[in-house]
């Protein structure tokens, strides 16, 4: 059997019963255009520098979705101080077993950037969100059950960094909602599934 790969957002998709209404090529452009900026932003980060954006910029041919999502990165990181001396980018996975389904686990990826300093962790997303308190309840649940809690409750402040919009939420540990992970298996196995 096989490992499936995901992300936070399709959970959450799949825990709303929301359904996308683009078409497959559409998805497909969707995700390499995620992909591509996942790499420039790895970049971004590892040189401590938006040079990496520019040279995306400079390119002939480029995607305009990456477009949009690097500016909405710089609008972003014009609001930070001091955004590279505070902020590192990490990436993290919560891996689920899920026996007699299709496939024998799924592997949840994770991008974060997070700030020691001002104990914040924001996660890197690409459109606006459903209900932040539910999204990162079902985040804390997966990480109390299947990995290490103490990866996400190390932080008193959360946000949402909206690549598309260039705009920040910003919530505080208690206002998390509590999910049980009896209601978020559902979603996972129809992921899984599907």
Not at 85 to 111: C, M
Not at 136 to 153: E, M, Q, V, W
Request: net charge positive; glycine share 4%.
């Amino acid at each position: 059997m096989a490992t499936k790969s995901s992300n936070l957002y399709k959970v959450c998709q799949s825990y709303f019963g929301i359904t996308s209404s683009l078409t497959q090529r559409q998805k497909i452009n969707f995700g390499q255009a995620i992909g591509t900026t996942e790499s420039k932003l790895k970049s971004v980060f590892e040189q401590k520098s938006i040079a990496p954006i520019d040279e995306y910029f400079a390119l002939e041919k480029k995607q305009k979705l990456v477009v949009s999502f690097l500016n909405g990165f710089l609008n972003i990181a014009e609001s930070k101080t001091k955004l590279f001396e505070k902020y590192l980018r990490f990436e993290d996975k919560i891996s689920i077993p899920t026996p007699g389904h299709a496939y024998n686990k799924i592997v949840i990826k994770l991008t974060y950037v997070h700030n020691l300093s001002e104990n914040r962790l924001a996660l890197l997303t690409y459109g606006p969100s459903t209900e932040i308190t539910i999204e990162l309840g079902i985040l804390r649940c997966l990480y109390t059950k299947f990995s290490s809690p103490a990866n996400f409750d190390k932080y008193n402040e959360y946000e949402y960094w909206n690549l598309r919009s260039g705009t920040v939420q910003r919530i505080r540990k208690n206002q998390i909602k509590s999910i049980n992970i009896q209601n978020v298996l559902p979603a996972i196995y129809r992921l899984v599934d599907g």
